[in-house]
């Protein structure tokens, strides 16, 4: 590949007559002419040549200021910097390329994916080493950590003059990285510059990387490649002496111990090789040896399962490494954005959640803390990487490395994430309250003006989009030349549509806006005191964004805080003069007089303000004070008010205002009893009932309370409710017996789970048996009583048997072959019998109680 780009110099045109007949007048302007050229190219030259002293040497994306355009594209170029040379005659600038144009729009915006496919594939059309090598490090910095860029970018550095950045791009690589991908890498650079496999310092430096590879990643569910890998490495150990021969033993031993442990896509294969291995040794170590790591190894097999199921819907792109050979870079896979259209995104962000907090419940039962917590965190590191822009997923990662007591590391998490999402409320508001725990007060200002500038950005960009919207519409009514009076009225029709439509987003935003606001007016009151709150409120007043909510926001700190309520009520005036046209804010304030007692002060705003809103707006304004009346004020009062609001809505029947006056705590006793809509609300909540015949009996008032439809077999015989004259014999006297409720309840379920309902338009099964099956399983009321009082199944923690790992222990166990002497004597052989435990404490009992001298032995 070329080292540098191709550019070509820029020629000058000769001027010259059309007919090439010169007469005196024509010789006499090219002389002048030919002057002017040169007078130009000398200034030219010496413009040049004072750009190239004050351009850097070697450092610059761009090619020498004399290269003044580009060929055409076989290899995409790049432009280089503008210099007025043509400025100065007075001509238009050059156009950009579109390197720069993509490197601008990045500028803008550094988390648009498409835009970085397409910047990296002009750097690397390019051939420059040094424009790959900045391309690639700009974008490692809006995506850290991506496996596919990482990979991309070593392969250009594979060549062995370069192999001194490949390794400091290696360590600066490697330690974060979750990737299996990226450490596969690595090996294959390690050999790759180890390539004799006999030489014993190159197989202690290849050693030493694979150990490194699986402290790091060995834990993983795709790293079976590499503990393949390292096996076979191991294998190849000369053993010249004995001391080699063991060395190699317990080399392989220790490496097959490890990996039969995780659940990797190839643990059967190993466990396989594990059992011909440690045979092939010694059969009684070896029966030693598998015994205890069969139980780890079928929870590691149960748990892969599991894990697959898990990660199959993770979308984690697969990276195709790149041979030696051609040394191709690999396509990129980097995160995009979520649109929150559809139930993709939500789906995604779900099945991430649901695998973390699987990782977090510790499936496979390791008692080793450290490397607990660095499974988890691997788990963690490969989220935050592919679900960049899901602020929950930081959240997560950032609130479980804190609950390891690892406030720095879960501080960078936390700024991580912001720096990918910009405009997060969950992550900035986070951030600042570790902030503000340990007293990094300006840490905490500064987070917070972060997040208002963001959303300051945002709120004019979609205001821009507003009035470009609105300019649209008006532009889409047809001219015919004069603006008569229908098409002006056409025209300001549609941008009304436009901006009806788009004014909720924009007001939507300023809420968020002064929300930001507010929690900057709390921190700053509860951290620093009343006074640097104050200042706060007095800068959110200059932000034209700004919200009502901050109003009152400050208004009910400074009455809550210092009891101030002519303040509170100057702040609440202040902000009526802007917003006395936002029916919202006046209910507030309404509210905010009537809750300090403030009567006089609150019916004069009521009558000051409900006159300037239309009907359909002041509909709040009436209810408050309406309420307010029914409560608080007299009979006459109230009708009086009654009739003004009858007046303003004529339309609203008598009897609802009547019932808003008697329903209090939200209870409308009027509605619910005298006008039926309890009833008719119960009714629609019922299931309906199926036209069959019906059964008698206490099955059938059972099935009726409870909502079932009858079953279609014959009722069950009665079972007498009351408890029993005598208590039975493990029933506790002193003990309560149970409500009947409860009773009624334990015998209900007990009718659902023998139920077994035959399909239909069958003719039911005779009568007596199932009576004779129920008077033979009926459960006396104190053992319900007993088996109500023992907890749930989810409230064991001791050990679970796994029935099919159970089975695969039976299926490939060795049982020896019974004694051939016992059949010389025409008597059976006898049942080989285990052998009796050892001394000590006895294995724990997990069968069932079988009352006191009982002979049957424990049940595994």
């Known amino acids: 590949m070329d080292a540098s780009p191709r550019y070509f110099e820029v020629q000058d045109h000769d001027v010259s007559s059309s007919d090439g007949v010169a007469d005196p007048q024509t010789e006499q302007m090219q002389e002048q002419s030919t002057v002017n050229d040169q007078a130009s190219n000398t200034l030219l030259a010496n413009l040049r040549k004072e750009l190239e002293q004050e351009r850097p040497s070697s450092t610059s994306l761009f090619p020498p200021p004399e290269f003044a355009s580009l060929s055409p594209f076989d290899e995409v170029q790049t432009q280089p910097p503008s210099v007025p040379q043509e400025e100065s005659l007075g001509e238009a600038p050059p156009q950009k390329s579109e390197f720069d144009i993509l490197s601008d729009h990045l500028l803008k915006d550094p988390h648009d994916g498409n835009t970085w496919q397409s910047f990296i594939l002009l750097a690397e059309q390019s051939g420059d080493l040094e424009i790959i090598a900045k391309a690639y490090d700009r974008l490692l910095e809006a995506f850290p950590n991506t496996p596919s860029a990482q990979i991309a970018y070593l392969t250009h550095l594979l060549t062995p003059s370069l192999f001194p950045k490949a390794e400091a791009l290696f360590s600066r690589f490697l330690r974060p990285s979750p990737s299996v991908d990226l450490w596969k890498f690595y090996l294959i650079y390690i050999r790759r510059v180890n390539p004799n496999p006999t030489d014993l310092t190159a197989r202690q430096t290849i050693k030493k990387a694979y150990e490194f590879a699986l402290n790091h990643i060995g834990q993983d569910k795709d790293s079976g490649e590499i503990w393949r890998d390292y096996i076979d490495f191991l294998k190849t150990a000369e ?284 921190f700053a009151r509860r951290a620093e005191g009343l006074k640097p709150a104050r200042t706060i409120f007095g800068k959110a007043r200059k932000d034209k964004y700004c919200p009502w909510g901050v109003y009152e926001a400050a208004a009910l700190m400074e009455y809550h805080c210092t009891k101030a309520a002519d303040v509170a009520t100057k702040i609440f005036e202040i902000g009526l003069k802007l917003f006395g046209d936002d029916p919202g804010f006046v209910v507030r304030y309404l509210g905010f007089l009537i809750s300090i007692n403030d009567e006089n002060n609150a019916r004069a705003l009521f009558e000051r303000v409900v006159g300037t809103f239309s009907p359909e707006n002041a509909r709040p304004l009436w209810e408050r004070w309406a309420r307010y009346e029914y409560h608080f004020g007299d009979l006459a009062a109230t009708q009086k008010l009654e009739k003004r609001i009858s007046e303003v809505y004529p339309n609203d029947p008598p009897i609802k205002r009547f019932a808003q006056r008697y329903t209090y705590l939200g209870i409308d006793a009027i509605a619910d009893r005298d006008l039926g809509f309890a009833y008719r609300n119960k009714q629609t909540s019922s299931p309906p009932v199926a036209s069959t015949p019906v059964p008698t009996g206490p099955a059938a008032d059972r099935n009726a309370i409870a909502g079932r439809r009858p079953s279609p077999e014959p009722p069950r015989r009665r079972r007498d409710p009351s408890p029993p004259v005598a208590p039975s014999k493990r029933f506790k006297p002193s003990s309560p017996p149970p409500p009947r409720r409860d009773r009624e309840r334990e015998r209900d379920r007990d009718d659902r789970r023998d139920e077994r309902p035959p399909p239909p338009r069958r003719p039911s099964p005779p009568s007596f048996p199932r009576e004779r099956d129920d008077d033979r399983n009926v459960i006396p009321n104190p053992v319900l009583w007993f088996l109500g009082t023992i907890p749930s199944a989810a409230a064991f923690d001791g050990p679970v048997f796994r029935t099919d790992d159970l089975m695969e222990l039976l299926r490939h166990g060795n049982i020896p072959a019974p004694s051939s002497a016992s059949g010389t004597t025409g008597v059976p052989p006898s049942r080989v019998r285990s052998p009796p435990p050892a001394r000590g404490r006895p294995p724990p009992d997990y069968g069932p109680y079988q009352g006191p001298g009982s002979s049957r032995g424990r049940r595994y």
């Open 239 to 522: 053993a010249n002496t004995t001391w080699d021969a063991q060395q190699k033993m317990d080399s392989l031993r220790s490496a097959y111990h490890r990996a039969v442990l995780v659940p990797i896509e190839n643990v059967e294969t190993l466990w396989r090789e594990l059992d011909a291995f440690e045979t092939n040794l010694n059969k009684i170590t070896a029966k030693k040896f598998l015994g205890d790591l069969s139980p780890s190894y079928m929870t590691a097999r149960t748990t892969l399962r599991d894990l697959r199921r898990l990660t199959e819907s993770l979308s984690i792109p697969t990276i195709k490494l790149p041979s030696p050979a051609s040394a191709t870079p690999p396509a990129l896979s980097l995160p995009s954005r979520p649109t929150w259209v559809g139930e993709t995104d939500r789906a995604l962000c779900h099945a991430w959640k649901t695998y973390l907090k699987w990782e977090e419940s510790n499936p496979l039962d390791i008692e080793d803390n450290a490397v607990l917590q660095a499974r988890i965190s691997g788990a963690y590191k490969k989220a935050v990487i592919r679900m960049r822009f899901f602020p929950e997923i930081w959240f997560m990662a950032y609130t479980y490395t804190a609950s390891l007591g690892k406030p720095e590391e879960s501080a960078v998490l936390l700024k991580q994430g912001m720096d990918a999402n910009r405009s997060s409320f969950l992550l900035h508001f986070a951030y600042a309250e570790l902030q503000e725990s340990q007293s990094k007060l300006a840490e905490v200002h500064k987070t917070f003006e972060s997040l208002i500038g963001e959303l300051h950005d945002q709120l004019e960009g979609t205001e821009a989009s507003i009035n470009a919207e609105v300019e649209a519409a008006r532009a889409s009514v047809p001219s015919t030349g004069v603006v008569n009076g229908e098409l002006a009225m056409e025209r300001d029709d549609r941008a009304k549509q436009v901006l009806d439509r788009r004014n909720k987003e924009l007001e939507g935003m300023k809420g968020e806006l002064g929300v930001v606001w507010t929690m900057l007016m709390r």
